[in-house]
């Protein structure tokens, strides 16, 4: 019995307890909770120091003749353990701003739950198959969220997220079986095919596969893990899907589910296909660059301001790609970092952005001004999200992108010009962000937000405060995931695989 299947049964019982009728928004905040405590306990267990994966659960689901064994197992290591962390905090933060009178509440909270499941289940999965069912499973109930709870043009952002997503999931999903069904014919594999993300890594550290198949395999898993990323060009699905989507479900799939890519990208594309990377990087480099750079661009012209998140949150994907690229200890590092400091920032913006359309009524950023008298903890917690995202230094954000621009200068193969204009793109990003500071919270004021209340309460201040503590401190030491993380990515890098 491993700790690990707590995170799984936890939602999974909070859900059936919510579909048996017992109240909807109590027992997803108490399953939350729980989850993000046994996440802490689980953090506590953690031995940073060793490499390989801890804490694991394995067991054979499936193992019919002919077709490649599928088990069900779980694991931790320094690469998805503050993932994990991200998933429980996000969740918790998420499911206490969504309000508790929401239509057809059991519904609402019993897909927040699933999605929480779902992102927990990929990050934590070492076997294939249930890494990418997991993921699945966290979809649906965000395209149900979009367009049953969410706001204007909720049906077209349903639609487009739906259309969009799953054509990723399904050229995923070729890339995967190819991956499994092909690399063991194409370098002679004597055993059978499994979905074994250990077994199938422990084969390929002796035997890679050839650059032909390897360039097949990385085109299709790049498409699908880059859809899912909403990498440009294939981005236009995320802003409108966040700007319409309720802010618990913004929160939790901007800040943790479209994770799964990047992770992805670490896990399983750059450890076993790594030549493909190098036969596509120009194609790479072109489409980070179009990340940070137009989508940036189309950000600041927006001029609502969920919109405005929308594109921010694609436009941070760049940077990871970044990493991703410079593929050294420094570089995917600073990658898993950002994702857990982005995945905090975004969740808090959203959630706060949220909070002024309900109170307001408005989206728009003109037509709003001079909050931050009326309306203090949110207009103080608004800024720190936004500092946070333009990498303000002692704010989570700052170490990651650090990180990556470091580890990208330091390998050979980026051209510098490259990480030069990627670097710019910071400029880009203090201009939209402070921008809508400036015309949401100062200036003057309509009459007409008079009488906006504030957050008053602990209780609705708390979830912001989880994320703003989180923030500050992983700012302030960000050793607290380094220490754990790089030694796991040194192991990567070395053909452990893990």
Known sequence: MSPLLLLLITPAVGIVLIMAKAPAKPIAALAAALNFFVSILILAMFDGSRTGYQLMFSQVWADFAGLPTITFALGIDGINAPLM?????????????????VKRSSEFFAYLLLMSLGALGAFLSLDLFFFFI?????L?????LVGIWGGQNRQFASMQMTLYLMLGSLVLLIGILFLVLLVPWATQWKVAATFNLM???????????????????FGFLALGFGTLISVFPLHSWAPAGYASAPPGAAMLHAGVLKKFGIYGFIRVVLPLVPEGMEYWQNLFYLMLLGNILVIGYVAVAQRELPLMLGFSSVMHMGYMFLGLAAFNTIGLTGVVFLMVAHGLSAALLFGLAGEITRRCGETRMDELGGLAKQMPFIATAFIIGSLASVGMPGLANFAGEIMIFFGAFGQAGIPKWVTMIAIAGIIIGAIYQLRAVSRVLYGPMPERYAHVKDLDTLVEQAPYLLLIGLLFILGFAPGLIISITEPAVKSLLAGGGL
């Open 134 to 138: 997991f993921h699945e499973f966290a």
């Open 140 to 144: 649906i109930p965000t395209f149900l």
């Open 85 to 101: 962390f991200l998933a429980t905090s996000v969740t918790l933060a998420a499911i206490m701003v969504s309000p508790g009178d």
């Open 199 to 217: 077994d199938i890594q422990a084969h390929l550290a002796r035997y890679p596969v050839p650059l032909g198949w390897q360039s097949l395999i």
